[in-house]
């Protein structure tokens, strides 16, 4: 299967900081990624659709100004989790999907973040 | 929307058995059902997949069998390995809809594959 290089895979950061996540798919061009939260134990969450070139489009209850999405390329999407908190602290997955990638979606290794 | 409901959560059988993990799916429109394995830590890996056209599919150990009338769709997996183990999830996706490649998940099933 197609392979979608996420990171870092796992961040520590201070209350207050930013972080940026990382997700690129390696070999097709991804026309829409996707961005999940997953808490331990649960179901994925999805938090966002980018597709390259517009704005990304938020599920309800997320908040867009929390979690700034960037999708500059068919090959690299990033997510920043803007004056993160202890709350923020989860695992964070990114997916790719391409209709000539068969539509089907790649994930990948997932980041875990942690907020002190 | 779509709602995706997943049974059991947890599921444990001995090295060699057979499992069998069941979805349901609300949406008649949905007609992509992947599978995936997620390892603890790991991001979720596409095991198989059947689209609304077959109803059966098999791959070695693992098959998926779909019943578009009554809307569940279902993974078999027989000789269980204890490197099995590990957290399914199902999926619905309505291919070919506006909202392009957009999954709804099954809440998971935690498989222990005991030796």
């Known amino acids: 299967g197609a392979v979608v290089s996420q990171h870092p895979s796992r961040v520590i950061c201070k209350s207050g900081t930013s972080v940026k996540i990382e997700c690129r798919s390696l070999?097709?061009?991804?026309?829409?990624m996707f961005w999940y939260r997953q808490f331990p134990k649960q179901s994925l969450m999805l938090m966002a659709t980018?597709?390259?070139?517009?704005?990304?489009?938020?599920e309800q209850g997320v908040e867009k100004d929390k979690f700034l999405i960037n999708h500059a390329s068919l090959t690299l999407s990033t997510l920043t989790v803007t004056s993160a908190h202890p709350e923020d602290s989860s695992f964070y997955i990114c997916?790719?999907?391409?209709?000539?990638?068969?539509?089907?979606?790649?994930f990948g290794a997932g980041t875990r973040l942690s907020v002190l | 929307g779509e709602n995706v409901e997943q049974h059991p959560s947890t599921l444990s059988v001995q090295e060699g058995d057979s499992a069998v993990i069941k979805c349901t799916y609300s949406?008649?429109?949905?007609?992509?059902f992947p599978w995936y394995k997620q390892e603890l830590g790991k991001g979720p890996q596409l095991i198989i997949d059947?689209?609304?056209?077959?109803g059966e599919k098999k791959d070695q150990r693992i098959a998926v069998t779909l019943n578009k009338t009554a809307k569940h769709f279902s993974l078999h997996i027989t000789e269980t390995q204890p490197e099995d183990s590990a957290v399914y999830f199902c999926?619905?996706?309505?291919?070919?809809?506006?909202?392009?490649?957009?999954?709804?998940f099954g809440q998971g099933t935690i498989l222990t594959v005991h030796p």
């Open positions: 997916s790719a999907w391409a209709v000539l990638a068969k539509n089907i979606q790649y």
């Open positions: 070999d097709f061009q991804a026309t829409t």
């Open positions: 980018s597709n390259e070139g517009s704005k990304a489009t938020y």
């Open positions: 949406d008649s429109a949905s007609n992509y």
């Open positions: 059947i689209r609304s056209n077959v």
């Open positions: 999926a619905a996706e309505i291919a070919g809809g506006t909202s392009y490649g957009k999954l709804t």
